[in-house]
């Protein structure tokens, strides 16, 4: 098993870009999330879904879109790329919301 | 909403010595509580959770934590430091069987020779 996987590790956007952050995991997990990791702030969730075909928003999700067309992939989306959205992106899995998560590497994202 | 507090963003140890990473916790229900760590540039591995069924809960790589709801804590302990136990931790809560876990803002090991 791969896990969960995420591309690309690193992108350097211009303002007002946008950009797909990819996730896809194996495990055939139904639960995905996409968090942000900001120094010394910890790990904020974005979006989650529960399956495919649904989604919802989490602590910050302003400036993002997410889609669930099948068990293994979640993208997140961002549209018109801003500085504030310069971090560490996390998409992780898990079978239950209290089994614990799988995570991901890591996108590190620079917003220029 | 649920919250959690790590206290002491840095925390250094001498190889050998007890390992106590504190974390504090607030939920108006009973919570479920994890441990992550990370290490440098990966992803987050969980270490342990906690889950109602015993309030002492042994995990990966010889951690454990105690869950004392009276001090709404779920400290991390390990009692021999090794080097490779340096890394960030986070701990996390999550209320009864939904989505919206909060995470600390991490505590940095540091394991001196």
């Known amino acids: 098993n791969a896990g969960v996987t995420q591309t690309p590790k690193f992108r350097i956007l211009k303002i007002g870009q946008s950009m797909t952050l990819q996730c896809t995991q194996d495990m055939n997990h139904n639960y995905m999330y996409w968090y942000r990791q900001d120094p010394g702030m910890g790990l904020k969730l974005i979006y989650y879904s529960v399956g495919a075909g649904i989604t919802d928003k989490g602590e910050v999700p302003n400036g993002y879109n997410v889609s669930r067309s099948t068990t293994e992939d979640f993208p997140l989306r961002l549209e018109l790329a801003a500085p504030s959205q310069t971090s560490v992106y996390f998409c992780?899995?898990?079978?239950?919301?209290?089994?614990?998560?799988?995570f991901g590497p890591g996108t590190r994202l620079l917003v220029l | 909403a649920q919250s959690v507090t790590q206290l002491g963003s840095h925390v250094s140890v001498s190889e050998g010595a007890l390992v106590l990473l504190r974390c504090n916790y607030s939920s108006s229900v009973p919570p479920y509580l994890f441990w992550y760590v990370q290490y440098p540039n990966q992803g987050l591995q969980l270490l342990l959770k906690?889950?109602?069924?015993?309030?002492l809960v042994k995990g990966i790589n010889g951690f454990e934590a105690e869950f004392k709801k009276s001090e709404t804590s779920f400290h991390l302990t390990k009692p021999s430091a090794h080097m490779s136990d340096a890394a960030e931790y986070f701990c996390a809560v999550s209320p009864n069987n939904n989505n919206d876990m909060r995470f600390g803002a991490g505590t940095r090991l540091t394991v001196k020779p």
């Open positions: 992780a899995s898990s079978y239950s919301p209290t089994s614990g998560s799988y």
């Open positions: 906690y889950t109602s069924a015993a309030t």
